[in-house]
């Protein structure tokens, strides 16, 4: 069973970065599609990006396209976001989740597609 931990998470003005990572422990990363998930008080946890297993194929969320980066290096159990031109919308609180597949290809952009959830790190971007 996975472990997720994210980190990385801070207080950054418009228009700045920052670099989200999640690491796992227990199984290999190798065998599971990752995911970024973001929630604000009184609202849904909404998808963010989405990566296949290797890392080759990725989704994302129409807010952040072009914004936002997700990466992973399966030697480190590590899945990584890269966020840049964060806006005060992107303030969050955000969750890396992983679900086992035996699909290179597919990635997954749902939350009920997830089995594994970290426990979240604050984002708060200011104006």
């Known amino acids: 069973q996975v472990q997720l931990a994210e980190s990385g998470g801070g207080l950054v003005q418009a228009g700045g970065s920052l670099r989200l990572s999640c690491a796992a422990s227990?199984?290999?990363?190798?065998?599971?599609?990752m995911g970024w998930f973001r929630q604000t008080p009184g609202k849904e946890r909404e998808f963010v990006a989405a990566s296949n297993r290797s890392g080759s194929r990725t989704y994302y969320a129409d807010s952040v396209r072009g914004r936002f980066t997700i990466s992973r290096d399966n030697a480190k159990n590590t899945v990584y976001l890269q966020m840049n031109n964060l806006k005060p919308e992107d303030t969050a609180v955000y969750y890396c989740?992983?679900?086992?597949?035996?699909?290179?290809?597919?990635?997954?952009?749902?939350?009920?597609?997830?089995?594994?959830w970290g426990q979240g790190t604050q984002v708060t971007v200011s104006s």
């Open positions: 989740a992983a679900t086992h597949t035996v699909s290179s290809f597919n990635y997954y952009s749902r939350r009920s597609d997830y089995d594994y």
């Open positions: 227990g199984p290999t990363l190798s065998n599971y599609a």
